[in-house]
Nanobody, 119 residues
């Protein structure tokens, strides 16, 4: 069984930075793609970024390109999301998710971490 635990959220002023971490348990991390998603109050969950199992391929939502960076450390079973130039509209609960090999959907989700950006 896989467990994902996010950390690093908090309150930051607009223009500031935060780095989120997601620690995974289980044996599938090193062969799985990872993703970050977010959900703002009253809105649907949206895609933020994804990274391949090796870290060699990444993709971002258009609104995050150039500001957010996803990375991973397979030795630590951890995926990161570095968020710079934060805006109030980035306020949301951020979730990490794991997609096992050959799966078309994300199979496991963390509990989320709150990010609040003040203006």
């Amino acid at each position: 069984q896989v467990q994902l635990v996010e950390s690093g959220g908090g309150l930051v002023q607009a223009g500031g930075s935060l780095r989120l971490s997601c620690a995974a348990s289980g044996r599938t991390f090193n062969t799985s793609a990872m993703g970050w998603f977010r959900q703002a109050p009253g809105k649907e969950r949206e895609f933020v970024a994804t990274i391949s199992w090796s870290g060699g391929s990444t993709a971002y939502a258009d609104s995050m390109k150039g500001r957010f960076t996803i990375s991973r450390d397979n030795a630590k079973n951890t995926v990161y999301l570095q968020m710079n130039s934060l805006k109030p509209e980035d306020t949301a609960v951020y979730y990490c998710a794991l997609r096992i090999v050959f799966s078309s959907t994300y199979n496991y989700w963390g509990q989320g971490t709150q990010v609040t950006v003040s203006s």
